[in-house]
């Protein structure tokens, strides 16, 4: 894959080459997206939908191009089910205040499940606290996968909504959501998709996957930070109200009252990130450049690498070991005496290896629990990494590990 095409890859981190393995937490960009900021502040940063400049206009068709551009990546029906946010967390919150205000009253239940990271379990705590609704979560199996009969035991006349991550951001599982899926609709009941850690990964496509709605970020997929979006089908999203009122988003102001604009500028308020679209969009292009199938071998071949090498390190403990893995491992070290070596201290050492991999709760604190363990050590791969940024991941991990035990 092309690493030359991120000039971040040539950076050095405490006098070593830099080995990025937190591509989970965020992606780095290629010279594509980075030029394409640039571009569009050196020749046409301008307000969009409002003027009737040349600036404007132009403003105003990179952003509906990148709009389109979105819907066909993702395969939506129509680019008005293409909502701009800043990211899977304002998608999340959007969707639980409007989903909320239109479909959820006092005792309906809503269901998500064990992995979820935070931005897919605080809002819904928050609708749940305003409208006095219950929270329900899908456990995980003995094998960190979800228990999908206990599921089928959750759903009842009362659930609302259910929303689950597509894959796990700590346990780099991927949730069987085709099956949730079926399942919920035959009970009548709506889904959403925290595609967060899915999309960059693997190819999407909402029609045929049928989810109500998809949250994601566009910082994850070689994008720039502060963009996201929320794809919703076109019957629920004009059922639902605004979240945010101003700007665009409206048809008419009186004194007497507001109407609406129609989708998807309806869930628009306020001057939308136009510079971010237009970059996601080179995002877009630059994943579609080299495909989805070589995307998708490549990082399965590379996690699958890095489970096998990780596994041979004496200590180790790989959580979902053997488990199917979209470009993320979780993993602990214990010593002989079976103690834990904190994940912090690893973290530090990888660090001072020029390594980056996180460390912690990952903002999945309910599933760290589950884990009986106060964090993990956690790499994740981009489709710019290669078996040379793994073996230099061992070789660092081996090391620490002798320092520490
Ligand atoms: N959902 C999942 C599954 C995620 O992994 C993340 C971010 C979010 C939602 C929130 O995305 P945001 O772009 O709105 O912040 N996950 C991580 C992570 O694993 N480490 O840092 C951020």
Redesign the pocket.
Known sequence: MKREDFPILKEQVHKRPLVYL?N???SQKPQAVIDAISEAYCHWNSNIHRGVHHLSQVATMKHEEARKAVAAFIGAKSSDEIIFT???????NALAFSFGEACIHEGDEIIVSA??????IVPWQMLCARKKAVLRHIPLREDKTLDIEAFKGLLNEKTKLVSV??????LGTINPVEEIIRIAHAGGVPVCI?????VPHMHMDVQALDCDFL??????MYGP?GI?VLYGKREWLEKLPPHEGGGEMIDHVRWSGTTYNELPFKFEAGTPNFVGSYALHKAIEYIQSIGWEAVEAHERELTAYCEERLAGIEGVHIYAAGIPKAG?ISFNVFTDHQSLIHPFDIGTLLDQQGVAA?TGH???EPLIDDLGVPGTV?V?FGLYNDKSDVDAFIAALERAVQMLS
């Open positions: 937190d989970a937490a965020t800043k990211g899977t967390t304002d998608s999340l992995v979820e990271h935070h931005s897919n991550a597509h894959v796990s951001n700590v925290d595609g967060a850690q899915s949250a994601f970020s566009g910082h994850k930070t996201g993320v996180r990952h903002c999945a956690r994740s």
